[in-house]
């Protein structure tokens, strides 16, 4: 039966995509370029990009209150996004959720940092840029050691699409041919300090069981169309002007409106999907204006759920019929469950007195990566826990800045500003976390939000594996730091990172081969609804150590791709 038959029905667009963060962008661009007629719903409100870092939002160096934090101001109505380190602060505070308008629940003595962006583009325009390959031994950890499900998938078979998404994203970094961590189709890398290469000779001698390689980031080093290769000017979350590093508004979002395929509507709150029995297919999708509570609903033939990992979840949540009492797509019961997140933070720090008459040359954007080592192809004898971790690492100078040696006046002040101090090198665990049935988001049954939504609520612990993880990455720190020559290692106490923290929360609709205990089939569909497909961090079925998102855009164009054909053979 031809897809002209099955489809008599009136639409109003092909698909629908849900959020337009790294994935939700990635969704649009590759359905609208196969021809599809796609609507785009965001929660946040719209933020063109353009000259001047994003739009109306140029590069201000005169910033509120001096660029200092407003305390009152952040403690009433950003307590969680305010905790966002890197890149929460009053240059970019407009991108974030303000926490007093959209509350979520949480348990006493269980905190969870949800981390929201509320603008077009999302998280894409505010993340780290740290993108990495999964391995072969990440997508067969669960089914080794027995901990989580088995992927549906291997390594072998999302490898291409990997290279795909990486030639258009623009991705830095320098080959290391390593099993564990996979080379992508990479850009020149960035050049390092003096004393980074010092510390590479040294541990290439005294730790050779390790790799200290560039950091593997969507930032540009060479020119793609469009886009300019970064000038190190510095203040990245602010917005890039040139495009230099990827987000939905400089990279995907443009190519998908060039198509004259793409309607995209902001403050479109998603409410809930309604499913059709008759059909077996999602039917509408009901919005929520976010500034007016205006009600309206759309329908299509293909709905794409790229929300984000919670938000995605929350949707399938609220969106219960008597087909699926417990949240769509839902017949596993597992929709919510086995939640994961990388545990993060200061694993400890070396000061070097090497290459003292070498400086600073721009802002590089980004620092080194150590890939993991430990447990890698096979257990280690000594390691008391699966999996492993690598280590993001920062090189920083003393200077007059830090008050480091900042004496005298007049000629002998300006003598004292001439000679910054000594290096500091510093080794940031992020660690694998275990996938278990009792970590899982859920909706409060006292709490609804300003929309009258079901508030999101966390139950969420780290397990035994993830504390010894952290531990051993704080003595593993020790060692490499005096192995690389640091005149002083510093310790870092081994201290847990609020779950949420890393801004890696995944797995809560995992995929699988088995729909008794899945959510999403090898695809991204739903197994239990053809028309649905989730492609943000919801359909992880193991964490890993490294950054997720390079794994989201893969996948995402994977199951456009598939769901395209689907639709065009009249499977959907």
């Known amino acids: 039966m031809s897809a002209d038959v099955l489809n008599t029905k009136h639409y109003d667009f092909d698909a629908i995509v849900v959020g337009s963060g790294i994935s939700g962008g990635w969704a649009a661009k590759e359905l609208a370029e196969k021809g599809l007629k796609v609507l785009v719903l965001e929660r946040g409100r719209d933020v063109q990009h353009g ?98 499900i088995p992927w549906p998938i291997k390594y072998d078979e999302i490898a291409p699409w990997y290279s795909y998404v990486e030639k258009f994203a623009g991705i830095s970094g320098r080959r290391e041919n390593l099993p564990q961590l996979p080379d992508s189709e990479m850009q020149e890398p960035m050049p390092w ?36 290769a970064c000038h ?180 002998d002040l300006k003598n004292s500003l001439r000679k910054p101090g000594p290096w500091a090198f510093a080794l940031a665990g992020f660690t694998e976390c275990l996938p278990q049935e009792s970590n899982r988001m859920y909706l409060s049954q006292r709490k609804v939000d300003r929309f009258g939504i079901p508030q999101v609520a966390f139950d969420f612990e780290w397990g035994d594996n993830e504390h010894k993880l952290r531990a051993d990455a704080a003595k593993q720190a020790d060692r490499l730091l005096k192995a690389a020559g640091a005149v002083l290692s510093i310790p870092s106490p081994v201290i847990m990172s609020t779950p949420g923290e890393g801004i890696h929360e995944m797995g809560t609709a995992r995929m699988g081969a088995d729909p008794s205990e899945s959510v999403l089939n090898a695809h991204n569909q739903a197994h239990d609804i053809p028309n649905l497909f989730v492609t943000d961090g919801s359909f992880m079925t193991s964490a890993s150590c490294v950054n997720p998102s390079l794994t989201y855009m893969a996948f995402t164009a994977r199951a456009c791709d598939y769901a395209a054909k689907q639709l065009a053979a009249g499977y959907i």
């Open 232 to 411: 190190y000017c510095g203040p990245c979350p602010r917005g890039c002007s040139t495009g230099s590093y990827f987000s939905s508004q400089s990279s995907t979002l443009p190519a998908a409106r060039a198509t004259g395929n793409l309607t995209l509507l902001p403050d479109k709150l998603v409410e809930r999907l309604e499913y059709d029995d008759s059909s077996g297919k999602i039917s509408q999708v009901h919005t929520i204006d976010t500034n007016t509570k205006q009600r309206v609903s759309f329908s299509s033939k293909l709905v794409f759920l790229c929300a984000s990992t919670v938000a995605s979840t929350q949707i399938l949540m609220n969106s219960t019929s008597d087909a699926f009492p417990n949240g769509l797509a839902n017949s596993s019961g597992v929709l919510g469950h086995y939640m994961m997140d990388h545990t993060l933070g200061l694993s400890g720090a070396g000061i070097f007195l090497d290459n003292m008459d070498s400086y600073y040359r721009g802002h590089r954007p980004t620092g080194l990566y150590v890939p993991r080592f430990r447990n890698v192809g096979g257990q280690d004898e000594d390691a008391d826990f699966v999996r492993g971790y690598g280590y993001q690492t920062a090189t920083i100078r003393a200077d007059w800045s830090m008050n480091y040696k900042v004496k005298g006046f007049g000629a």
């Open 51 to 148: 000259s001047g870092y994003l739009g109306e939002h140029a590069p201000n160096w005169k910033l509120p209150y001096q660029g200092m934090k407003p305390r009152e101001l952040y403690q009433d109505e950003y307590g969680v996004q305010s905790r966002v380190f890197h890149s929460f602060n009053e240059a970019t505070r407009h991108f974030w959720n303000n926490d007093k308008q959209n509350p979520y629940a949480e348990d006493e003595g269980k905190p969870f940092l949800w981390a929201r962006a509320d603008v077009v583009g999302g998280r894409s325009l505010l993340w780290g840029r740290q993108a990495y390959r999964f391995s072969e031994e990440d997508f067969l950890a669960n089914e080794k050691d027995g901990h989580g």
């Open 193 to 228: 300090f003096a004393v980074e290469k010092t510390i590479e000779s040294r541990l290439k001698k005294k730790a050779p069981d390790v790799t200290l390689t560039n950091a593997r980031v969507a930032i540009l080093t060479e020119d793609l169309p469009g886009r300019g």
